[in-house]
C-alpha cells in the first residue's frame, strides 16, 4: 500500500515545514511496526519548493490471516476452498484500506491531531496539498470518490484502473488512481479525511469494529462529518453496517449538527428591536438575549444558587455572566460541540484567566440526551433555548437526565413563545425563528409540559414572561422555573451524600 503527501513552498515558508508538522525529518528513511505490518516513511523529494512525503505499508498478509482466525475472524463464507485460498491470495498489501488507515493513525498521530510545537501556524493554517494513492478500491467507482472528497474542499482525480491494459474489452476493475488537490485545509483536516474514507471506500474493515470505532469516527469527523450530504453511507460503511453502531454515532452526529448550527438567523430575531420611531433621544430597548440573560439570572439569585450548571452552553454568553457575579461559586458549561466550547473558552479567555477566577468555572463536552454522573449535586441547572432543537422523541431522555438523574434544586428552561411570532415583522408567516428549530411551543402547550415534568419528577414550576409581555400573544420568550419540593429537595441531599461517601471510600 502506497500513500503520497505533497505541498509546495514559498518565499516565507519552504515546502519541508511539511516534515515538522508531520514529525518525520526529511533527510531520513524510518520504520514502524504495526498491527499488521511494517510502515515507512520517506521523502522521494524534499526541498524548499516542492516536498513529498510517502507512506508505504508491507501488509504481512499471513500473520493477518493468523490474527484473525484467533479472533474468530478470516474464515472463508461456507468454508469454501476458494474462500480460504483468498485469505492469503488478495490485494490487501498492494490496494488502500483499513490498514492503511489504522498506519497513517499511528505514524502520523500528532499530525492527524493537528499538534506541532515547532511550527504551529503552519499546523493551524491551510496549504497547498496534494495526495495521491496508486491503488484505491472504490466500491461505487469514481463516482462515489467524487461524492465523498469534493465536498470536502478537494479537487478529484479518480481515474479507474483496467482489469488488464492489455484487454481493455474487460472493463474497468473497482480500483482507481486517486489525486486529491486543495489549497484551503491544513493538514490534520487533509489526515483526517483519509482516515475515515479509504476503509470508506473500500467498504471494508480488516480488523474487529469495536463499540470505540464511534469516537474514532466522530473525533476524525469532527467538523466536517456532521453536515455531509454522504454522512449516512460514510458513517454505514465505517463501522461494517453493524446497526446498533451505526445508529449511535447518527444520533450523536446530530446532535453535534444541532449544536454546530448557524445561530445568526436566531440572533437576529432575538436582538431585534422596533423601527426608529425618529426620537433621537429615545433609548431602544434591550435585545431579547440580554432581556432572557437577565430574568435566567433573576432566577438562580432568587433560588440562592452558588453551584451552577450551564447545559448547552453554547460559545459561553450566559457563562460570562455568571462569571461576572461572585456569588455564583462554580460554573459547569456543557454542551455537546466540540467547536462551540473551544470558541467559548477562547471567548471568556480561560487561557488568560487569573488562577482564582479559572477555578470556578469548567467547560465539557456532553450530551443532555443521556445521564451524566458529572452534572449530580448542583444548586441549579438552566437550558436556555435548548429544548427546541431535539426532536420531540428525544425530550423525554433529556428531561430524565436533568430532572430525574442529575436533579438540581432548581431547574431554568426558556423557549419561545410561537404566538408572539406574528408580531417579528421579518419572520414570514409560519416559519419558526431559526431553521433548526424542531418545534415552537404555544404557552398553553410549554405549561402543560412544565406541569407534566414537575408532577413526574417532585419540582413546583412557575411561569415566568420574559420580554414584553403582549395582552393577545403573550411574550416572546416563555420561562419555567423548577424547584424541587422541600421533601424531594431533602431525599436529593442525603442521595448525593451518599453518592460522594461512596466515591470517597
Known sequence: MFLTISTRGDAAHPATDLGYLLHKHPGKAQTFSTSHGTAHVFYPQADDAVCTA??????????LVRKGKGKGKGRGRGGAPDAALAQYVNDRPYAASSLLAVALSGVFSSALRGVCAARPERAAAP????????????????????????????????????????????????????????EALTLAEALRHLYV????????????????????LLRAGEGWLPTHPEQKLITSRYLSRRWSLTRQAMERLELVRLAEADDSEVETIDNAVPEDTGAETEEKPAPLAVLRR???????????????????????????????DTRFTEILGVDVSVRAL????????????????????????????YTDRRLKGYDAAVLSEVIEHLDLPRLPALEYAVFGHARPRTVVVTTPNVEYNVR???????????????????????????????????????LVPVGPDDPEVGPPTQMAVFHLGTENAGTARKTDGAQKEAEAA
Open 54 to 63: 510517502a507512506l508505504l505499508l508491507e501488509v504481512d498478509a499471513v500473520a
Open 127 to 182: 496549504l497547498p496539498l496534494r495526495v495521491e494513492v496508486p491503488a484505491l478500491p472504490a466500491r461505487g467507482g469514481p463516482d462515489l470518490v467524487r461524492k465523498l472528497f469534493e465536498p470536502l474542499g478537494w479537487t478529484v482525480s479518480a481515474e479507474p484502473v483496467a482489469l488488464d491494459a492489455e484487454f481493455p474489452e474487460w472493463g474497468d476493475s473497482r480500483y482507481v488512481r486517486l489525486a486529491l488537490e486543495s
Open 197 to 216: 474514507l479509504l476503509p470508506v471506500l473500500d467498504d471494508a474493515k480488516h480488523y474487529w469494529v469495536a463499540p470505540d470505532e464511534v469516537d474514532k
Open 294 to 324: 437577565e430574568a435566567i439570572l433573576a432566577a438562580l439569585r432568587e433560588a440562592g444558587a452558588a453551584r451552577v450548571l450551564d447545559l448547552g452552553c453554547g460559545q459561553g454568553e450566559l457563562v460570562r455572566e455568571l462569571l461576572r
Open 342 to 369: 473551544a470558541i467559548a473558552s477562547r471567548r471568556l479567555g480561560l487561557d488568560r484567566m487569573g488562577e482564582r477566577q479559572a477555578a470556578r468555572v469548567r467547560l465539557v463536552q456532553g450530551s443532555l440526551a
Open 424 to 462: 417579528w415583522e421579518t419572520l414570514p408567516a409560519g416559519h419558526a425563528r431559526h431553521g433548526d428549530h424542531r418545534f415552537e411551543w404555544t404557552r398553553e402547550e410549554f405549561r402543560s409540559w412544565a406541569a407534566a415534568v414537575a408532577g413526574r419528577h417532585g419540582y413546583e414550576v412557575r
